[in-house]
């Protein structure tokens, strides 16, 4: 098979692939869906594109994958080879998520992160969500 794409190329694809409509990000949607929210999807115009949108609440989250941005957990860690190209793409791709939420904050958005590792247990996942998304609201109301 002949590959016309670049190997950069490639892994900016393939990043997409893992994290756009599919696995993780599918979840949260459907999870928010059944709770009851609305939400914008990809808003190019925020800064890190974020994967979910809560216009009116001003509050945005990002699905990300444990491998691609580096988590902190056993399914973020670098692979053993080829360790010189892959620990400072990593690390770029962690200080971009890091800009990209000091930015939307700056501009008085609410930022939540849903790692893949916390997709699995759906009960604990949506008690995070509605505390993210609700959590203001039950402030106000006290
Ligand atoms: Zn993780």
Request: charged share 35%.
């Amino acid at each position: 098979m002949t590959d016309r794409v670049s190997p950069e190329r490639r892994s900016k694809i393939m990043s997409r692939v893992r994290t756009k409509d599919t696995g993780p990000e599918m979840v949260v949607r459907k999870l928010l869906h059944r709770l009851g929210y609305r939400y914008r999807l990809h808003r190019r115009d925020l800064a890190g594109c974020p994967d979910i949108v809560f216009s009116s609440r001003r509050k945005v989250i990002f699905v990300h994958g444990c491998f691609w941005h580096a988590h902190h957990c056993r399914y973020g860690r670098a692979p053993r080879s080829r360790q010189e190209y892959w620990l400072p793409k990593l690390r770029r791709n962690r200080e971009r998520d890091a800009e990209n939420i000091a930015r939307l904050r700056a501009l008085g958005w609410d930022v939540l992160t849903v790692w893949q590792c916390q997709t699995g247990d759906k009960e604990a996942l949506g008690a995070m969500l509605t505390a993210f998304l609700d959590g203001e609201v039950i402030r106000r109301a006290r």
